[in-house]
Nanobody
Framework: QLQLVESGGGSVQLGGSLKLSCTAS??????IGWFRQAPGYEREGVSC???????YYPISAKGRFTISRDSAKNTVSLEMKDLKPEDTGMYYC??????????????????WGQGTQVTVSS
C-alpha cells in the first residue's frame, strides 16, 4: 500500500521553529513537495526536492525553510524557523508525478499524505 505520513506539527509562538517529517511506505521517495493550506485559502507549495538533491523554495519560505532527505529512512524533512502567524495551516507532503522534477503546483503531485497541523501564534 502506497502511503505518505506527515508528522512533527504543533503550536509555536512567533519566531519559533518546527521540523516536519514525511515518511513513505510502499514506494521510495523521489521528488517530494511540501504544501500548506490555511482555512479559506488554496493549497500552496512551500518547498520541493528531487532525487538529485536540488531544492526549490518560494520567496515566502526562502531563508526560513529547509527541505532535506534521509534516503536510508525514506524520509523527507522540512525544517522551519522564524515562523510567522501566516505560516499557520495544514502541511502536506506529496510525491511529484515525475521523479526528476520539482514544482510548487499541487496538480503536479500524485500521492498525498493526510497532513499535520502547524499553528503559529503572535
Amino acid at each position: 500500500q502506497l502511503q505518505l505520513v506527515e508528522s512533527g506539527g504543533g503550536s509555536v509562538q512567533l519566531g519559533g521553529s518546527l521540523k516536519l517529517s514525511c515518511t513513505a511506505s510502499g514506494f521510495t521517495l523521489e521528488a517530494i513537495g511540501w504544501f500548506r493550506q490555511a482555512p479559506g485559502y488554496e493549497r500552496e507549495g512551500v518547498s520541493c526536492i528531487i532525487s538529485s538533491g536540488n531544492t526549490y523554495y518560494p520567496i515566502s519560505a526562502k531563508g526560513r525553510f529547509t527541505i532535506s532527505r534521509d534516503s536510508a529512512k525514506n524520509t523527507v524533512s522540512l525544517e522551519m524557523k522564524d515562523l510567522k502567524p501566516e505560516d499557520t495551516g495544514m502541511y502536506y507532503c506529496a510525491e511529484h508525478r515525475y521523479h526528476d522534477r520539482c514544482s510548487l503546483h499541487p496538480a503536479d503531485y500524485v500521492y498525498w499524505g493526510q497532513g499535520t497541523q502547524v499553528t503559529v501564534s503572535s
